[in-house]
């Protein structure tokens, strides 16, 4: 199947609500639908020819220090890990950290999981990038909504309001 992007300002009801109010500051950003059941990255690389290393992942996580959760958003390559324990419980100055609980980041975000992006997130949230996301030329990411993806420039998401780039891999 081909993708038809488009640009996402044309077609926010392919977009979560947060994502549409957000994406009006993000230059160049395009939208593309998809099939729901196919958002999952292996799944959607797979069936509309986009690699891996193209593709970037929305984590949540949940980051926790006497009593106090504070939530962050990592965004790595589809071909990375996310060094949640090591890399970033120490950027978040935590005790712990592990991922948000799927229905809690769906909460929080007002997004669909599998669909979640950095894109309109609470405003107190950070936001990681990989050096490797935020390198790339367009990566494609979640939408907000499993019925489509977001393709966007990695300094597009290294220059948005509280992004932090660094290397987010153990």
């Known amino acids: ?56 992942n929305c984590v949540v996580v949940a980051a926790k220090r006497g009593g106090e959760t504070r939530y962050a958003a990592c965004m790595v390559l589809a071909t990375m890990r996310v060094d949640v324990n090591g890399v970033v419980r120490r950027h978040l100055d935590a005790r712990k950290a592990s991922f948000a609980p799927m229905a809690e980041a769906v909460e929080l975000t007002g997004m669909e999981y599998g669909g979640i992006t950095p894109l309109g997130l609470p405003e107190e949230w950070p936001i990681l990038v990989d050096t490797h996301v935020a390198e790339h030329a367009r990566v494609v990411i979640g939408s907000g909504v499993r019925r489509s993806k977001l393709a966007v420039a990695g300094a597009a998401l290294a220059g948005l309001k509280r992004a932090e780039v660094l290397s987010l891999a153990g």
């Open 1 to 56: 199947m081909t993708l038809q992007w488009v640009p996402a300002t044309e077609r926010t009801d392919l977009l979560a609500d947060p994502v549409a109010r957000a994406v009006r500051d993000v230059r160049g950003a395009e939208v593309a639908e998809i099939d729901p059941d196919l958002a999952d990255t292996a799944a959607f690389c797979e069936k509309y020819g986009v690699t891996l290393e193209e593709s970037a």
